[in-house]
């Protein structure tokens, strides 16, 4: 199939000098895209297009991201696009959030049909998609009740007011009187990130992402990931209203816990009457290749937080609570206008449906195997290379240098990948719908890339 961006009524209203392009796309049919579409652009070159969306971006935009110099125009499975033509193995989908990748057919008929019924009424109203995607993710987690809110970082500021009410009620006081004291001290880990709205930063490891905002939240304590005896220099009864942790850390460096840190922490936590609240706004569903990252560890939280992959791009966020943190919850104690719409739950349960059967889920696995496996053949001999790490398909690749330069390097190659940890790590968190032989062209690519890069200066 041929796609014609006039198709999509793309026009430039000014070409001039003073007025740089502008592009506006509407009205695009979403039939099925072949695998390989041919993209044409009458009047103006592929270039153009680019470097006038570019500057258009940097104009109107405020300028937080540090974008690449890329315009996307299209996706299908695990590729991706560009309106240069070129074509992309999309080892990032989207921060982990594109898990059926692009074009899934069943997510766009879905959310044609409910489209054309109703998108959004509020939480004033009953609605079935809510209902049915809470039922969905209650009856296969720990959960009693599920909250429902528009990203991680909402998921996580969620958590945090239920945590402190849960304290406040569990010491004997009345939540609502402003002169009560109750635990309420926060403990989160190194190399944690939790989200940029000022509840979730104050938890977020890196320093760089609050010191412009401060004073952050009080409260907030630091320990050692991984480190059960640093956990319980902090975690203290009386102190401590809840743990916020990620049983497999992604910005952080792809870092898996170990049990005996999970298990250690339930136990703390139980010791200090505290909840434990897992993030997995990036690990859960399926990402591991297990439903829910945990499930691996034998614990269970209190609370967990659910994001990123839940919709397969549409904004969306969740909280599971068990009853005992459920019950202290009234009307009117938290709240979210756009939160669990028609339109975005029912495209959730679409990628949930989808997601949760176990033969999909022991695919994730097996791939994740793979691309390690993979990895470590094709770069382990590069002295750049430390580790290759994760669990299923939430891998990362340790290096002794930055890892920016080699995403750039991967994105000539055809590939896109990120970074983490402290900028040494090479991300990869693909659709979890991609191939084998997706994953041996991606790994090549990877390593032809790596081969580019100068070996840096040996130090004396």
């Known amino acids: ?69 890329i315009v996307i125009s299209h996706g299908h499975g695990s590729k991706i696009y560009d309106f240069d033509g070129k074509e992309y193995i999309d080892l990032a989908a989207g921060i982990a959030v594109n898990a059926l990748g692009h074009n899934n057919e069943l997510w766009i008929e879905t959310l044609r049909d409910q489209a054309s019924r109703v998108a959004h009424t509020s939480n004033l109203y009953h609605t079935i ?65 939790h989200g940029r709205t000022m509840g979730a ?22 320990a050692k990931y991984n ?14 209203a809840a743990v916020f942790v990620e049983p497999v850390q992604g910005e952080g460096g792809c870092n898996p816990a170990t049990v005996e840190f999970l298990q250690g922490l339930r136990r703390l936590c139980d010791e200090a009457g505290a909840l434990l609240v897992f993030d997995e706004v990036q690990c859960g569903l399926g990402r591991t290749g297990t439903l829910w ?26 909280c599971l609570l068990k009853q005992h943190v459920a019950d202290v919850m009234k009307p009117g104690d938290h709240g979210s206008t756009f939160a669990g719409n028609p339109l975005v739950c029912r495209a959730a349960c679409a990628v949930f449906d989808q997601i949760s059967q176990p033969a999909f889920l022991a695919a994730v696995e097996a791939k994740g195997e ?35 330069p080699l995403v750039d390097a991967a994105r000539d190659e055809g590939v896109l990948a990120i970074t983490a940890g402290k900028g040494d790590v090479l991300r990869l968190v693909p659709p979890l719908i991609i191939t084998n032989e997706e994953i041996d062209e991606a790994v090549a690519a990877i390593a032809r890339a790596l081969a580019r890069l100068p070996m840096p200066p040996k130090q004396k």
């Open 1 to 69: 199939m041929q796609l014609n961006l006039n198709a999509c009524q793309l026009k430039a209203d000014c070409v001039s000098k003073s007025r740089p392009l502008k592009l506006i796309a509407f009205g695009l049919e979403s039939k099925r895209i072949a695998h390989k579409p041919k993209v044409t652009i009458q009047a103006f070159t592929k270039s153009r297009i680019t470097m006038n969306v570019i500057a258009d971006e940097q104009k109107y935009i405020l300028q937080t991201y540090g974008r690449t110099p």
């Open 129 to 193: 998609p809510q209902v049915e995607l809470a039922k969905r993710l209650v009856e296969t987690s720990f959960g009693d009740k599920a909250f429902f809110c528009n990203s991680g970082t909402e998921a996580n500021e969620g958590a945090l007011k239920f945590s402190r009410k849960y304290a406040r009620v569990k010491a004997g006081v009345d939540a609502y009187d402003p002169a009560a004291q109750a635990p309420y001290e926060i403990v989160s880990f190194s190399s944690c990130f």
């Open 201 to 222: 930063l104050a938890l977020t490891y890196k320093q760089q992402y609050k010191t412009p905002f401060f004073p952050m939240m009080p409260g907030s304590v630091l």
């Open 227 to 240: 480190d059960l005896e640093s956990a319980a220099a902090v975690i203290k009864k009386g102190k401590t």
């Open 293 to 318: 990252a945990h499930q691996r560890y034998g614990v269970e939280p209190d609370i967990m937080t659910v994001a990123k992959p839940l919709a397969n791009g549409l904004p969306i966020g969740a």
């Open 370 to 404: 793979y691309l390690r496996r993979q990895l470590r053949e094709a770069l382990g001999s590069d002295p750049r290379v430390v580790e290759v790490r994760g669990m299923g398909l939430l891998v990362g690749v340790q290096l002794n240098t930055p890892a920016g």
